[in-house]
């Protein structure tokens, strides 16, 4: 099995920052993709970025030309960084990863237990 663990949320101001982090962990697993999920009080939760550990990124509307998200293979983490950040930002935020599991070639998924993010001045 793969754990994730999140980090990096908290309270800001319109137009700051934020970084998050996810860090997988775990024994006999290859990565395939990781990405950022969220869900705002009331809705549904939606897709910010995914990449894949191959290198392609793909990004929602709402989250283009604000939001980067990158990786560090070695470490099996994924960054989220979060620039010009607006209320209708505030959500938990969740990581998810696609893995495989190198004993049966299994591609499984496992989530993050999620982070909150508040934008309000």
């Known amino acids: 099995q793969v754990h994730l663990v999140e980090s990096g949320g908290g309270l800001v101001q319109p137009g700051g920052s934020l970084r998050l982090s996810c860090a997988a962990s775990?024994?006999?697993?290859?990565?395939?993709?990781m990405g950022w999920y969220r869900q705002a009080p009331g809705k549904q939760r939606e897709l910010v970025a995914i990449i894949t550990w191959g290198g392609i990124v793909n990004y929602a509307d709402s989250a283009k030309g604000r939001l980067t998200i990158s990786k560090d293979s070695a470490k099996n983490t994924v960054y989220l960084q979060m620039n010009s950040l607006k209320p209708e930002d505030t959500a938990v935020y969740y990581c998810?990863?696609?893995?495989?599991?190198?004993?049966?070639?299994?591609?499984?998924?496992?989530w993050g237990q999620g982070t909150q993010v508040t934008v309000s001045s």
């Open positions: 775990g024994s006999g697993f290859n990565i395939n993709a």
């Open positions: 998810k990863t696609d893995w495989y599991e190198r004993r049966t070639g299994n591609l499984l998924i496992s």
